[in-house]
């Protein structure tokens, strides 16, 4: 437009003026309307969500939740008056397609961040592509790999403790109760690989000891090939197994021991999603998990915890309100919850206005630390250290009985925090 | 646990392995020999089976072995049938051209894999066995079900070979199979005789998948690496050579088992994979099977 205004019928100075007292009355204190319609343009998330592949039941349950928190976020007015929309993507729970995600919420749609991934192999893999294209990827995985330092200043992880923290914190309490002589029985990935590198120095510090490392690879669908590793003198099985074959994996653990075997210890994600009813299972009664959330509701839980369940619709068995065969994956959920609270308080904490704030999102999250339990964080306390990007939090020990998983030990935050091995916050942007 | 008794269960679990990949690579040796269909997504009526396993044995409440009979009698029955239907609407409009019928199987694989996901999900959901014995030797139990499947399976494959060496309808898919023009000039209805064979191929992945399931659960994507071992069972025993499946089945569940056990998963898929390339390069047309006219 101005190109041809230039060439024919105005004169340059008139052009110029005419710019000149555009900008003028744009910059000047009286003229709002503009910047009140860009603020009000919704802050667009990008949901890089398992919706598929093997880690398809959490996509499902980190986008419920990911939803209710969202609605729940715009019903009290938004992030800093602006409404939230939630962009999803599917990555099919592939490292490779992680990675194109990134980089189609940044080139194409345009996000303001990236969030909500749980698989560590796709964490591992997406949070290169973040870095070169300085997009804030707050992640909901468990794994070591935030808070070792390995990725870089873009990768945080507010909403859910790391592996390393959580067998810190519950191995004093496997020792105690259940033997000292461990068999770890884990998937051969990064998020395996945390279970087997931190809980062996972990029980040790106990006066136990890891008799046998049973790695299996993540896509084997039949266990039984694996179970004479198991040594004879072992105590504990310690087992945390991922993906669809978890239920064949605790069945076949059944056969072969019968009701002789030695005792279990499993973190849920060998039972995530998966009705603990379900046929093949009854040996496992009377045997231990780890949970980050308890899937059952316990008679003393805080009011938050209710206002969370409902709000995200989950009975008190765990299951969706809609379809008690539709098992939820609690223990890892929540973290969707917190982390879209986090950012709602680091945006508020930076002025977060858009892309260009994104620097100042990642600081104001570092200087994160307290979060206090309630209703934007129902699954309890955390202290957050901005060094390694890294929440620490409580964990649950339940029992299973009479076929429902009920709370015998909830550690505190204090159990499972470490020294920082890395500092993100010494790294440019 | 002593080498006697970790041999034992390497070799238990490398016949159940044998026993589902005899029957499944059964359906793609028959297809391929009768054919010459290189049927890609034969993996994909295995899936289909399992699923509909689980949506049939769904239906029935009360004792799972009532479910899982009705699965076993009509799971086969409907991905014959859809086997039926893929032949006619695209495997015969393409004239059985070798190439074509490749990239069609294909198309077919993403296809079914992605009606799947949309109206199964992408969960895994388990069948209840119709037993649940557990067989309690010295060193470790073992379930009742899994040896069960070996026994169909045995009774599956002597089926199979009866109805081909001894029926008319086999004298008629051999006749087909040597020389379908002269087949057709004795008035033997060639292209039914096609879709027929290629629904019970389809059909045998589907019964192997079903006794699979109650040990292995029904999961959108679980068709992939049965196929890719089908494959390897075919090549080696030689395509369109019943016996030679069976042998070769065996021979890689066993290995698979084994080898599986005392060293690695990966080390026993490595070494299937290098036997094929052998028997490619020192006997193409496969241990059984007879070289191309």
Partial sequence: MTSNGISTPFSRRSVLKGLGATTGLITAPGFTRFAQAQSSEPIRIGFQCHRTGIGASYGRWYERTTMAAAKLINEAGGINGRPLEIVIEDDGTDPARGAEVVEKFANQHKVDLVYGTLFSHVVVGSAPAAGELKMPYYVVSEGYH??????????????????????????????????????????????????????????????????????????????????????RNT???????????????????????????????????????????????EFLDGSHFWEGMPRYAQPDQPDYVDFYRKTVGINDEGASVNDANDVSTNAHMFGCWETLFVIKRAMEAAN???????????????????????????????????????AFGEQSISKLEGGRLNVVHRTSVEDGLYEAEADYTTQSF | MGFGPYLLLATLEGLVTAAVLSLMALGLSLVF????????????????????????????????????LLALALSPLVVALIAWVSDRLVLSRLKYEPEATIVATIGLLYIIQQLALTYYGADSRPVEAPFTWR?????????????????????????????????????????????????????????????AV?????ALAAIA??????????????????????FIVVIIGGLGSLRGTVVAAVLIGLSDGIISMFFSPTLAKMLATLLVALVLVFRPQGLFGTAAR
């Fill in chain 1, 146 to 231: 935030v808070a070792s330092g390995k990725l870089n200043r873009y990768c945080l992880q507010p909403g859910i403790t790391d592996v390393k923290a959580q067998v810190r914190s519950v191995a004093p309490w496997i020792a105690d109760n259940l033997g000292k002589k461990v068999t770890l029985v884990y998937p051969d990935y990064a998020f395996g690989h945390d279970h087997r590198d931190f809980f062996e120095p972990a029980i040790q510090a106990q006066g136990g000891e890891v008799v046998a490392k049973v790695a299996i690879p993540p896509t084997e669908t039949s266990f039984t090939r694996y179970l004479p590793q198991i040594p």
């Fill in chain 1, 235 to 281: 105590d504990v099985i310690y087992h945390v197994m991922v993906g669809p074959a978890v239920l064949t994996f605790v069945k076949e653990l059944g056969e072969f021991f019968g009701n002789s075997g030695p005792q279990l210890f499993g973190f849920i994600d060998s039972l995530e999603a998966v009705n603990i009813n379900s046929p093949g299972l």
């Fill in chain 1, 352 to 390: 977060y206005q858009g892309p260009q704030d994104r620097q100042k999102l990642i600081e104001a999250t570092e200087a994160m630390e307290e979060m206090e339990a309630g209703r934007e964080h129902p699954q309890g306390r955390k202290i957050f250290n901005g060094k390694i990007h890294q």
């Fill in chain 2, 33 to 68: 020999g009768v054919m010459r269909v290189v049927n890609v997504a034969h993996g994909e009526f295995f899936m289909l089976g399992a699923v509909l396993a689980w949506y049939f044995s769904s239906l029935v409440a009360g004792d799972p072995a009532l479910g899982f």
């Fill in chain 2, 135 to 195: 067989i309690q030797l010295p060193w470790f139990g073992y379930s009742g079900y899994k040896l069960a499947v070996i026994g169909a399976s045995i009774l599956l494959v002597a089926l199979t070979a009866l109805l081909m060496m001894r029926s008319r309808i086999g004298l008629i898919m051999r006749a087909t199979q040597y020389d379908s023009e002269t087949a057709q000039a004795f008035g033997i209805p060639v292209r039914r005789v096609y879709s």
């Fill in chain 2, 198 to 202: 290629f629904a019970l191929g389809a």
């Fill in chain 2, 209 to 230: 998948a079903v006794l699979v399931v109650p040990i292995r659960q029904a999961h959108y994507l679980m068709g992939q690496e049965p196929l890719l071992l089908s």
